[in-house]
């Protein structure tokens, strides 16, 4: 419907026409097709572009619009608004109801955003006259949300690229932000976490009273606490918050990392620090905290405990034959078969390698009782270790474990659990040289041996220390008893004991392992002799040989050692000869010979020592570099009354000869004995019937008359 604009209800009031050009809000009054009623002074200068407050009336906002695009033909996107806000005139007319828009548009380039508020315009009668409309200028709130929302967009980006779960809380502990994270480690979506209680529902109740703490002090510092998930489950966390504002709010924010895998980490750190990986039983340390244990309640209740070293008797041999796997297999079945022999409260353990040791605790009775009763044990544990075990694939084959055993009762804490367990190591020691197979107690007399040993031990690094070991040398001669090489052996020229015998310390020697030091200083003076023989008419012509022992050959410098020295002395190597035993043949077979080759390539002799006590089997002699067999004096000693020793070392000389090896025999101590071994070929001799092994000096002397 038209409207006359000068009907009264419009007529400018000088009053209503000052307050309405005095105010910053754009004001106006159209009629139903949109042509201005009135148009405010703001109106006009910020958005239509009019001359005055005027020039509006009767004409629509597309006048002002195309006006302004003919004005500035370079740039079409000027003044846009006039073009668009017809639509919410008509959307106003069309609900007939104050209506809220947000319109923006271009003017004079720069983008502006309007609040607008329109209503249908009625006059007394409620006649509809048209529309009525106010704009604020809202482009600065407008701008700052934009603001606000980018840097949203950029603190979301921020809590979503670190590793940690991130909440933020508000006053009321509630979360009102979180990152993915977050999400992730309580198995709620983002969504569902906005709302939730820090505490009620995140946190597990066992660790309300520290998450709480943490919030009282406002502490930033880290601490461990768990979340409870969503499905009811438990994460461990490390937790860290901070009291702060943000966007004018006070918040908490809280950051928590999932250690579900430090934890399992951990946990299994500590498992492998008390528990053996392969049987899954106790290792040393859990053993001797429980023996620990064990020993207190036993001063307190005056009961026995005993302490059961166990080790199987030839393990190294399956080992090696049968594989680490089927070795692997035997010890989890050994470990099984313990266990299932003992006591619940008792503890068996695995020490490593073959090694097992057991506690038995709360034993009633006397001594004598109480070791009956633990023998009873041990020998119940001992058959049921010894039952038959395949040996899996490709083996395959049936075996009866063998095992040693070394036991210590205790009562009370008056020794440490170190001593404890050096007695039964101590038993089990004795076990093993009793032949194995067996049990021992501890006694104190074990005790003793063990000490002497340590004390031997100690004395023969002075020895060494102190050049107090000697060669002496024992004459080899040909059948006609020309001296064809010495045998050097050596002696520990003690300054209180005198002269000792390699018997009294070789075996601790090999035990402690200074026999390849030992070794080292005989190869040492050996070389160093045979080159002062060199420059001695006869002498010269003198080859000695010297003991080996297994350690020595194994040690990785050995064969260098040797060729170090034959060139400090200048030796001629052929002069060396070196006697090796076949107990050398029983480990890694191969390497040896690998060895021996090395050796012989240098020009070194090598002797067979000891044969025929040993597992000699021709398959491996003549696999051997090898350029003497020794016969031992064991097959020598009867060898006049024995038929079998005559037949053992008559097949000896023959193989030996087949072979091409000069044979020796040693231990030959009668001229019968002699005559004996001449009429079977022998070639060289030894034996206290020429000499018992001698000081150089004598031995110089000895040698001068039979060269
Ligand atoms: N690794 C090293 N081992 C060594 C070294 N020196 C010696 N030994 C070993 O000690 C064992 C004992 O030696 P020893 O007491 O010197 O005995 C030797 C001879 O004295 C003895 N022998 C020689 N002839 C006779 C005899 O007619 N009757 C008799 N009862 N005994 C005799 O035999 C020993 C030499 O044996 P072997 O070495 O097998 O030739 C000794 O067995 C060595 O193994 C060393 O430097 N390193």
Known sequence: MGFDKNDKIIKNDRFFRLMADN?????????????????????????????????????????????????????????????????????????????????????????????????????????????????????????????????????????????????????????????????????????????????????????????????????????????????????PVIARGKNLELFGKRVRISAIMDITEMKEAQTKIEYLAYYDVLTGLPNRRLLTRYLEQAMHFSARNGNYGALIFMDLDNFKKINDTAGHDSGDRLLKEIATRIKDSIRRSDTVSRFGGDEFVILLTNLKGTAEKVGLEVEKWAENIRSKVEEQFWLPEPMKMKIHPECSMGITLFKGDVRTTDELLKHADIALYEAKNSGRNCIRFYNRKMQQNVDKQIETEHQLNEAFSRNEIEVHYQPQLSMQGKIKAAEALCRWNHPVKGLITPDQFIPVAEMSGQIIKLGDIMLEKVCNRLKIWSGIEGFNNLAISLNISVKQFMSPSFVQSVEEKIEKYGVRPHMLKLELTESLFLDNFDKVVKKMNRLKKIGIEISLDDFGTGFSSLSYLKKLPLTQLKIDRSFIRDIIEDDNDKAIVRATIAIAESMGLETVAEGVETAEQKELLEDMGCKIYQGYLFSKPLPLEEFEAYAADKL
């Open 23 to 235: 105010l910053p809000d754009m004001l106006w009054a159209k009629d139903i097709e949109g042509r201005y009623l009135f148009a405010n002074r703001a109106l006009c200068e910020n958005l239509l572009m009019a001359k005055d407050t005027q020039e509006p009336i009767g004409k629509q906002d597309i006048f002002f619009a195309e006006r302004e695009r003919r004005k500035h033909p370079e740039n079409q996107e000027w003044h846009t608004f006039g073009e668009l806000c017809f639509n919410t005139d008509l959307i106003t007319l069309e609900h007939m109801k104050p209506m809220r828009f947000e319109e923006y548009g271009n003017v004079k380039g720069k983008m502006l955003y309007l609040e607008v508020h329109k209503a249908p315009l009625f006059d007394e009668q409620g006649k509809l006259l048209g529309t009525v409309g106010s704009a604020r200028d809202i482009t600065r709130q407008k701008e700052l949300e934009r603001q606000i929302k980018k840097s949203n967009e950029t603190f979301e980006q921020l809590l979503n690229a670190t590793i940690e779960g991130l909440f933020v809380f508000d006053s009321e502990r509630r979360c009102i932000q979180v990152n993915e994270m977050a999400a992730k480690i309580t198995g709620y979506s983002q969504k569902e976490l906005i709302g939730k209680h820090a505490l009620d529902d995140l946190v597990a109740p066992e660790s309300f009273d520290i998450v709480k703490e943490k919030i009282r002090l406002d502490s930033a510092e880290p601490y461990e606490m768990i979340v409870m998930r969503r499905d009811g489950s438990r994460v």
